[in-house]
């Protein structure tokens, strides 16, 4: 049951507190923001609209936030449906807060504490009985909009029931993920996640290796944030990371670990010198400018230029595709990098599984807090499987290590691994019960890979696959043999769309449905494949890449089915040119599209062009502005490169209409699509073809060439950033054939656009442009 929180009193405006108004203010829920007097609750509210990254998907939903004092306000506590508190870690604070509003709540109102330091225990101390009930821990993670775990930590008192409603919206209204931890210290994520930071920091001193030697070693290597262990500490704070390890030191003292969280004399004394991190600008990195940061030698404590070192480990694991193979290259290799891993991973395997019971009571909890808290790409359990737990339980062994009891038990069971499949649904091993359970999901949680093991496989190729989600719907999984993550679209990724409508329309299905459990949706099309066809000047080749994308996202539009399109993460270029093409559209709120083809020296090539002038006909046909602000509009969105900082920002850009819906839980995306796809299914009308698209023509091309050329002169824009805005003009104003009394068609305009897109991969400084993406990942401004 999902809990109905139409109004939420937030206690306390600073980075937290603001943050967590914003991102109520994101699933369109009010707030009061209450501090101490009304100037601080008024300036926390306006700082949270300048942080960087936003809090916000709209700016303007700052509205929804009304910022209070508890002198003059604190009879609008009644009105909150939910209370959060988020005041500075001082329980005496808390207590006495907690005296002041209580009176005021209404009975039915739930009361929690973001706290991450202080125990349920404690904060009930010298509260009502009646309110315990409705009182637990609320953990947000920040910045609260991006990080998607909140740990739930009841009290002796509180009531499961409400605790469950509150998971349910948490989950479905804040799109948060849930994890249930237990009443101590650090809770599940920073006892985990710190243990795992203090014994990299002893590690590095054991092996002599360096700042920036163990951050390559520690991040996307090993499944792990880019910013790994040095630069994550110096983005948290120094002195946050020594308190939170404080924490654990001082309270847990029974852990079998307690004296790893001992805050080493070398971090003491970097907060002593105000070497706090980022916010000081110093800690483990120093910058100094733009191009030079320097990092921090912990033997003589000095900070000096950072050496590039190989290891042979990270060579070896470089050759794998996918992170299992990766991690066990790592840990086989017998250099000063493997062995490093070796004992770091091992020790927080070992250590995770000790926490069960104490800090969660199963895996799962504790895979999801990692996962979602410290963003790691496998959990402690699932990083085990990948391992091997057998193999890796005999060198633990071999080597003295104390494996977990339950570990050894599990083992002797003839139980290998901690998840598997039963043939219906995924499978954990329960610690409490001693055998393996069904792992729990969400229902609107959709799972490919269960799907495929299920039956559900209907057509796979290279980097895409066609599966049945039941209910007459199909779907398209993308997944990208050659990068998995950014998942960029190549051949058999068209194919499979234009195979797929063939099917669903041979099959008798309802509608089709294309996602991907990639990281990305997709990052656009496959540069490698296109510059090589240029360097060989094989101009046929990328005519009919071109045309191939063109075709197959037509066939798409034109489908006697509805199509439903559920990105999330990136969607540029062709992977808006894909979305772009589709009946509908539901998005994961965290949705950063647009056409940013420009930065690599061309235009649009498989749509975009035509998608963003119909997107821009419809959204200003009431105003009948004409046909010139319609191109000038796609101009600016195109030649800028315009980029979503979200769904919603990418409904204000034209990239998606009013039409498309926007889950805030990405996870439910597929659901919600199939959903989409059924309930358009009954009266669906394919669209027909649109030859009534009117457009400038060259008098307004001239318009554009003028004002491009005036940058050139201003040094604005280069001469080549000039050629391909021309082009661009060129197609966006509807070529020779374009004029207000001179309606176009689809099928001229996609003609225009593959013309002028095979011009400019023909140009020399387009290909350095496309070469310098692919090696160093930035635009080359040449």
Known sequence: MTLKIEKVAVLGTGVMGGQIAAHLSNAGIPSYAFDMTQEIAEKGIAASTSLKPSPYYNPKTVELITPCNYDDHLDKIAEADWVIEVIAERLDWKHGLYKKIIPRMKKSAILTSNTSGLQVSDLVAEMPEDVQKRFFITHFFNPPRYMKLVELVPGEKSDPKVMKSMAGFLEDVLGKGVVWAKDTPNFVANRIGVYGMMLTLKLAQQKRLSVPEVDALTGTIIGHPKSATFRTADVVGLDTLAFVSNTAYEKCTDDEERELFKVPPYLMQMIQNKWLGQKTKKGFYHKVDKKTILALNLEPMEFEPQQKRRFDAVRVAKGEMYLPGKLKALVKNDDVAGTFLWQLLSGILRYSANRIPEAADDIVNIDNA?????????????????????????????????????????????????YCYDGIQKTYYDVRTGKMEPKPTHSLSTDFQLIKKSGGLIKKSWSASLLDLGDGIAAVETHSILQPVMNPIDGSIIQMYADAVDWVQENGYKGLVIATEATHFSAGANLNMILEAAQREDWEAIEEMSKAMQDALQKLRFAPFPVVAAPHGMALGGGYETIGAVDRIVAAAELYTGLVEVGVGLIPGGGGNLRMLLNQTDKLAKARTGPFPIAQKAFEVIAFARVSSSAKEAVALGYLTKADKIVVNGDHRVAVAKQEALAMADRYTAPEMRTDIILPGPGGYLAFEGTIMNMVKAHQISPHDAKIAGKLAYVLTGGKKGGPLSPVDEQYLLDIEREAFVSLVGEPKSQDRIAYMLKKGKPLRN
């Open 370 to 418: 990692m996962r979602w808290g410290f963003g790691w790409e496998l959990g402690p359990f699932e990083t085990w499987d990948a391992l091997g737990v057998a193999v890796t339980v005999k060198r633990m062994k071999q080597e003295g290590q104390k494996v977990p009891a339950w570990v050894q038990e599990m083992l002797e069971k003839g139980i290998d691994s901690f």
